[in-house]
């Protein structure tokens, strides 16, 4: 039974007619539908209708398209894959059991730029939504939605559905608002100027617009987010921090930027949050933000005095930060905004604030080239995110990884990656624990000269250096590859469990 607290998160009074459990309002979403789903790499996701309809395809032969910002928490894109209650998954996702289901192709997964899912619901390059699930703190008193601690794609995935199914969280305090900048992207040929100079720059407005007559159900639920699991620096994640920032003061040395920098955005995971952790008590001030989540880190170095201001699509954060970030909410909500991703990852964005992008690669090759999302280019490991729209328009393109692994059985540095995600054009730095590699101006010989010197495990270097010489000898050209040996670590490590010989 609703309660007098929970129906005083919805001030529009006609939607409280709507109320239901999470069981009838998945008996809502259509067999074979198009879902499009509220929620961020964890953050502001569907935490009831979504599982209930992963039950209800337990005894029932019900699966639908389900399109989000990024990936979910806790088991729900698990139990929608295991009850075979997906056809189709798109643009991100992270989950193991998900990623079995896809790699099997029981799922079909597509893997998207996450800036360019709404352009192609807009121009009816995908199926439009037929149902969207979204989460909210509360409901304004024009009916519209108060989101909680992600936007990504949930205001246009509620401006183009036919029905809308709200889930209200209770554990979001009513006073988590002004925060959000939303806003809804006009159709070719009449698209606007995204007129964002500055990273705190507002363009839209603090709420989801939507069609009150669209409600079709109304749940509340009481679920935090997912806490995300954050791992302490360890000796190659302060390694890379510590190249990272010795290569940043050298480039203010040389007057190329300020203490400043420029608005960073970092990828997820431990590898990009220690980065940026690094930063704390360092010489670098009033830094800023331009970013799709926000994670520890960011907190971290707003408590430190380093950072001002931080734009991003999500706030996806450990329990203890959950719970301090909600407390002292008032302490941080003049320093955040949250946006849609098609704002957060918008080329022409990126492109005039001048980002300084750090993402994390499984593997890079000695001409630069990067790959994000498989294992030896058949095992889709993660989507690839927004990485490309970041490294594409950045500033400075720089990606992350640890030279070696599993007891370095396994380069991560290769001659020739086993899938790519962002080509040698896009790919500005390269760092491992090794060191850092500077690869602008240079041509792809010179790029593979600094790559093996500076990035390679000590265990892979003789051998990659090796491969490099044997190929401009033999093969030569503008980019040096013996063809029948370029693959040879991935190969052997099939064979043998390990690249090492």
Do not use: W
């Amino acid at each position: 039974m609703t309660n007098e607290l929970e129906l005083n998160r919805i001030l529009f009074k006609d939607y409280e007619s709507k109320i239901m459990s999470a069981a009838e309002a998945a008996l809502l979403i259509d067999n074979n539908s198009v879902v499009g789903s509220s929620g961020f790499t964890k953050a502001g996701d569907s935490k009831s209708v979504l599982p209930a309809f992963a039950k209800r395809a337990e005894t029932e032969d019900v699966a639908i398209t389900l399109i989000t910002g990024a990936s979910l928490g806790y088991t729900t894109d698990s139990d929608l894959a295991n009850n075979n209650a997906l056809i189709r998954r798109m643009p991100f996702m992270a989950d193991p059991a998900l990623r079995k289901s896809i790699n099997e192709y029981k799922v079909k997964y597509i893997d998207q730029h996450l800036s360019e899912t709404i352009e192609q619901l807009i121009c009816g390059h995908i199926a439009p939504i037929d149902t969207a699930i979204i989460e909210a703190s509360s409901i304004d008193e024009n009916g519209n939605i108060i989101p909680t601690t992600s936007i990504g794609n949930s205001a246009f995935f509620a401006s183009q559905a036919k029905k809308i199914i709200i889930e209200i969280n209770t554990k979001i305090p009513v006073t988590f608002r002004g925060i959000h900048d939303s806003i809804v992207p006009k159709s070719y040929p009449d698209r606007d100027v995204i007129n964002i100079q500055t990273v705190s720059d507002r363009i839209g407005t603090e709420f989801i617009t939507i069609d009150p007559a669209k409600v079709v159900g109304i749940v509340f639920t009481d679920i935090t987010d997912q806490p995300a699991v954050i791992s302490e620096p360890d000796d190659k994640t302060s390694a890379i921090s510590k190249h990272l920032l010795n290569f940043f003061e050298k480039e203010v040395e040389k007057g190329k930027l300020t203490y400043a920098l420029l608005p960073l955005q970092a990828g997820i995971g431990k590898v990009a949050n220690a980065v940026l952790t690094g930063f704390v008590g360092s010489k670098f001030k009033n830094l800023t933000m331009y970013s799709e989540v926000l994670q520890d880190s960011t907190f971290e170095l707003f408590d430190s005095g380093n950072m001002d201001f931080a734009s991003g699509s999500s706030i996806t954060v450990s329990e203890g930060c959950y719970e301090n970030v909600l407390k002292n909410f008032d302490k941080y909500k003049n320093k955040l905004i949250l946006r849609p991703q098609n704002i957060s990852n918008a080329p022409e964005v990126l492109r005039r604030l001048g980002i300084i992008g750090i993402n994390t690669a499984i593997e890079f090759d000695i001409y630069g080239n990067v790959n994000s999302t498989h294992i030896s280019g058949t095992k889709m490991m993660n989507g690839i995110g927004g990485s490309g729209d970041f490294a594409r328009n950045a500033y400075l393109s720089i990606f992350v990884c640890q030279a070696a692994s599993k007891e370095n059985k396994i380069s991560h540095v290769l001659p020739m990656v086993s899938h790519v995600d962002h080509t040698e054009h896009d790919v500005d730095i390269l760092v491992t624990d090794q060191g850092l590699a500077d690869l602008r101006g240079l041509c792809p010989r010179e790029r593979a000269e600094v790559i093996i010197e500076n990035c390679v495990h000590p265990e892979f270097r003789e051998e990659i250096r090796e491969y490099f010489e044997r190929a401009k000898e033999t093969v030569g050209g503008h980019t040096p590859h013996i063809l029948s040996e370029a693959f040879k670590f991935h190969t052997r490590l099939k064979e043998t469990g390990s690249m090492q010989k």
